[in-house]
């Protein structure tokens, strides 16, 4: 998954736009 500046989740990061 693409990492973004939100929190991170189990297999990466969250992406949210």
Same mark, same amino acid.
């Given at each position: 998954?693409? %990492? %973004?500046?939100?929190? #991170?989740? #189990? %297999? !990466?990061?969250?992406?949210? !736009?």
């Amino acid at each position: 998954m693409t %990492t %973004t500046r939100f929190a #991170p989740s #189990p %297999t !990466g990061y969250l992406h949210i !736009g």
